[in-house]
C-alpha cells in the first residue's frame, strides 16, 4: 500500500527562504514566473517572480543550458544556481544560473499591458477589466497581502476575546432590514433573497455563544454608483454579549485596530514598503456625538447643515479632516446617530429616544463600521418594530430568541474593501476588491 | 474630548478565567444566562450558561439580594460570590452567591424544549426549527465550536505554507462547469448565478500569488435530498502552483488534517469530552486506484460493480470500512477518477487520458474531498474544452490566465459541514450546519 504522508517536501525554495535560512552562498534551486527579462548582451537578468518577492537570476552566456533567447516573459521555471550576494539586485542578492527547466510556457509571450513595470499606468477599466493578468504585478498584488493581513487581525484578535467564527446563510427567505435593497432569487419555488448582512443570525448566535464573529460576502442591490460602494463585498461582523453599553464595542474595535495595524507591521513591511503606506498611529480614538460633530464641521467649515439625520459624505470628509487637525487622529466614533435613520434593531437612548445607542467609525473621512447597542428585551423589540411599522411576520426565528431570553448585547460590521481602500491611500473601492461587483461590472 | 482606548476592561468573569487565573477562593463576579435551577429548599443550584462553559452558583436562604423565586431559566444574570471548590459541580468549583443583578428578562420563562437537558431527545426536525434556542443546548452548541477549530486548523496550516486567503465573488456572470446545477438571479438587468465553487477565480489566482486559499459559501440548486448534501455550505478551498505532481496536494492535505486534528486535541478538549469523540490518529494515508479500490470492494463484499465511471455511496462506505479494517485508518486517498466523470479543466494522466491526475479524500466512507491537478496550458485547455464540446464563449477572463502563462498546478475543496459530521460521528449533516439550506428548508 501507497501512504501520503503529510511531509511537506521542499524541493524548491523562496527568495524569502533563501534569506531567512541563510543560503546566500550556496547552490539554490528556486521556481516562479519570469516577470522580466533585461538582455544586456553578454549577461542577462531574468526576474523571477514567486509569490511575495522576486529573484533576480543572472544568466551568462554559455554558463547555463539554455539561453536567455529561449526564454519569455509569463514562462514559468525551475532554475538552479549560487545564490550570491548583490547590492544592486531586489533583495541584497542574485541566482548566478547554472540550469533552466522550463515548467510552462504562455501561448502569448507579450503581456496586454506592461505588468513588470512598477505602476502599470492604465485606466482603472482596464485594470479591472485584465484583472487575472493585473494582479501579477507586484504593486497590485501587494494590495491584497495587506487586506489578507486585515482579516487576519480581525479574526486573531477576536478568537483572543473569546468570540467564535460562525458561518450563516447567504440566502435568506427575507430580510429584515427596513428600506433594503435586495438580490432576489427563486430557491426550489420559494421566493428567497441574498443575505445583505448577517445581522438577524449573528444576533440569534449571541444567545447561545455570547460572542460570535463572522466574515463573508454581503450582498446590496444598491444602484449606488459611487467610488466607495460595491454590490457584494467581504463584511467583517461581531456581536457580542453582556455588554455595559455601546461603547464596550467601541473598545474592542479600537482593539481590534491596534492589534491589526501591529500585525501589519510585524508582518507585512514588505507590502507596505511597496506600496509606500505609513501605516496610522493609533493610542486611542476621540468618540464625538452626532449632533456635535455635524455642529463642529459646520461652524468650522462655515457649512450649512442639510440633512440633520444623517452625514453626508462630504461631512464625513470634513469632520475626518476635523479630527485629524485637532486631534491628530484618523480614527473617529460618531456616536449617538438618530432614531429615525436606525434600523429597527437599533436600542434607544433611555434619555432621549430620538437618538440611538450607535455609532459608526470614521477612517479618513470615510464610514468604515457602523455599530450599536441592540434591543434585547423581547416586548422592546416589538414596540419598536410597531413604531417603524413593521410586522412580526416572518420574524419567528429572529424573535424566538428574544421570547426566551437574550443578554444585552451589540455588535458591528466593518466593509474589508472599504477599510483597505483607507488604510492604502486609494481613491476607490474597486481598486482594494479582487473582483469588484458594481451597477455594470459582473465579470470578470 | 472623550477618547476610546482599546482596553478591554473585564468587569466579570468566565468559569475558565476563574479556573485559569486560579481565582478559586477569591471573591469573583460573573455573567452568564440562567441554564438550569434546582430548587432544593435550604439551598437552590443556579446553573449559568457561559459560552464556553457552565458556572454552578449555589444560593443559600437570605444569603444574597434575590430568593430563587425570583429566577427564571433563560434571564441572563451577574452574580457576585465566593468561588469555592467543590468536587461535585461542573468544572470543581461553585460560587456561593452574594449577590445578584438581573441584566435581562425572558418572555416566557418555559422554553418549549428541555434545552438544560444533556440530550434534547427531540427530532432532527425540531431542533432546526428551533434553531436559535435548541443552540443553547450544550451538546448541540459544541459541535460548532468544533467546526471553528476545523476552520482554524485550516487556515493556520495553509498560512503557514505561505498560502494567501482570498475572497472572491459570489454573484457570476455564469459557470464554466458543465452538468452545473445553478442558482439563477438577475443582476441589474443582466442574468447572474450563484458561484458553485470559486474553482475559475483560485485557479486565475495561482497566476499572480502561487498559493491562494478560501474559506466561503458555496451554492448548488441540486435537487438532492440526502443525509450529506446541503444546497449551501461552507467550502474550504485551495489551489497551489509549482506543484510536481497532483500528490503535492495529498501531502497538503494531509498536513492540513495533521495539524488539525493537533489543534482540536490542545484547544477544543471540552468540546471533544463534552460529545465524547475520540478523534482518529493520523500518521500516513493510505492511497488507492480509483479502479484498483472498485476492484478491491466488489471483491471483498461480494458486491457487482454497476457504474465504472463513478463511486456509489454504498461503494464508498465499504471503500471506507475495508481500509479501516485492513489498514486501520479513517481516511483514505482515492486517486485517479475516470476523465469521464471530471470537469474540463483536470488534467489527463499521460499515460492514459481515459484518467485523470486527481483524487477524492474519503473520510470514514464518506467523500469530504476533491481535488486534483488542473491543465495549465492554455492549448491543451482549448482541446480538452473541444473534447467537452464547450465552446470558450464567456470565458476570456479564464482563459486569459492561461493565455499568458500559468504554473503547473492543482488545488482541492473540503466540504467544511461533511468534515465535522464525519469527524463527530453524526448521521445528518443537517446536525453540522448552524443554519441548513435544503430543497424544503430556507429557515430559519
New interface residues.
Partial sequence: ?????????K??L?GDEILAQGLVGSEVTV????HNIRDMADVAFVILR???TVVQCTLEEGKANLNVKDLT????LEIKGDAVAEDRAPNGFEIKVKEIKI??????AQ??VPIKNWKLNTSLETILN????T??NLRE?SK??IQ?GI??GF?EFL?S??F??????????RSVESGATL??????G?H?V?AQSPQT?KQ??V?????VFEV??V?R?E?HNTTRHL??Y?SLDFEM??I?SY??L??????F??YTLDLLKREYAKELKTLKVDLPE???????RFDEAKKLVSEYYNRPIRNPYDLEPEEEHLIGEYFKEK?NSDFV?ITAYPSKKRPFYAMDDPADDTFTLSFDCLFRGTEITTGGQRI????ELLKKMEKKRMTPEGMD??L?????????HGGLGIG?ERFTMKLLGEENVRETC????D??R???
Fill in positions: 500500500m501507497e501512504y501520503v504522508s503529510g511531509v511537506i517536501k524541493s524548491y523562496t521556481r516562479g514566473a519570469v514567486q509569490a511575495r516573459e509569463g514562462m514559468t515548467l510552462s510556457k504562455p501561448d502569448v503581456m496586454p485584465l484583472r487575472p493578468l494582479l501579477r498584488r491584497f497581502r489578507e482579516v487576519r479574526r478568537t476575546q473569546g467564535l467564527e460562525i458561518h450563516t446563510p447567504k440566502i435568506n427567505a438580490f432576489k432569487l427563486e430557491y426550489f420559494k428567497a441574498l443570525y440569534m448566535m444567545g447561545a455563544f455570547d460572542r463573508g460576502p450582498f442591490a444602484k454590490n457584494e467581504t454579549g453582556y455595559d461603547e464596550d467601541m473598545s474592542m474595535e479600537t482593539g485596530i491596534k493609533v493610542d486611542e480614538i476621540p468618540q464625538c486631534y466614533f434585547h428585551d423581547y416586548q426565528h429572529y424566538m430568541a428574544f421570547k426566551y431570553g437574550m443578554p444585552p474589508l479582487l473582483f469588484p461587483r451597477l455594470s459582473l465579470e470578470p
